[in-house]
Every structure is written in C-alpha cells, then in structure tokens.
C-alpha cells in the first residue's frame, strides 16, 4: 500500500504481525463470526448474543458508570486504554517517522468498510443505534490492537492473547465482566436465528 511517496508492505513484519493483517484484510472475520460451527470457549470468555449487549458493554458511555456497574463489567474503554499502552510512543523509525503500529494502523484502515458490506444482509435486531459500520469499525480497531502489540512489543500479554483468540474461534471482544483485572473478556457471537437470516456470505 502506498502512504505519501512511499510503500508500506506488509512483508516488511514478522509473521505473527503479517497473520493479524491477512486475517483483518480477509473475509474470514466475518465468516468466523456468522459460522454457527464454532464458538468461543465460554469457560475462558463471557458470551453474549445480542446487540443490545454489545451496546451495554462495548459502547458505555451512553450508561451512567452505575448502570455499567449494574451490568457487571468493567468500562471497556478503561480496560483497553490500559492494556495496550505500552504501544503507544515505543520504537519510532527515526527515518520514517512512523512507528511500526502506525503501520499496521494504515493498512487497516478503512477496512471496516468491505467487512460491513458482508453483514449487510444481517438483520442485527438493533434498537440501540448501533449498525454494522459500527460493530466493524471497532472491531478492526480491536484487530490492529492485536497486529500493532505484536509489532511493537512483540509476544503477546495475555488480554492480547485472549483478542486474538476469541476472533479465531468466531467472536469479536466489546467489552470486559467483571471487577478488572478480575473476570473475563465479554464477546459477542450472534444467535443461530441471526445467522439464519444470512441470504450468502
């Protein structure tokens, strides 16, 4: 991909790096996510099935932190702020004046968008606001998370560790139940009856 004059190519990362970037540029997100075949371990996450869930505990700044706490659940904006901090700011390319999760980030970006189209036959029972934009804006956003830690920091923590995961077994992460550190991360795998909606992926 070209950035100004020059290009970013995504061979230029190691390989766990170059297997968040295919994957994110892949279907498969999507396809994981609508494939009622596999599920994540509900044992090492909290599952949930609807939007309103994700709204509750992705998006909690529209609830009072009491209602939050009410959920169950930490703030997910608190949780990641706090988890992938040590990216932000850490080994600059003094030439290029990126750092490589810069790097990551342009290549993901706009990414949401195709992903979004593959759910646009989706019907999300939504009447909290939220579409598929932007479930696949943040969840690319949760994607470059994973790709830029790994760029950065190089193995994964272990809340990494759980992202990644969870979107390999057909989830996307929105938010976090729990006092944290304590508790689990919160991710969302849509209802069979969500899924028998889908007319082609």
Known sequence: MVRGKRTIDPAEF??????VIAFAMSDRPVELLLNRGIRPDSGRY??????????????????????YEDRGGSHWGDVL????AP???????????????????????GRWKPLSELMQDVELDSDVGLDAGDLCDDTVSNLYY????RATIGEDSPFIADMWNAFQTGGWPF????????GKMVVWKPTCRTEDLIRSL
């Open 146 to 149: 994973v790709g830029a830690w």
């Open 14 to 19: 190691a390989g766990p790096v170059q297997e």
């Open 81 to 84: 702020a706090d988890e992938i």
């Open 87 to 109: 990216i932000h700011g850490e080994r600059w390319d003094p030439k290029l004046g990126d750092s490589p999760g810069d790097k990551v980030l342009f290549l993901l970006e």
């Open 175 to 182: 938010g976090w139940f729990g006092e944290y550190p304590d």
């Open 46 to 67: 909290h599952l949930i099935s609807s939007v309103a869930d994700v709204w509750a505990f992705g998006y909690s700044d529209a609830l009072t932190p009491e209602n």
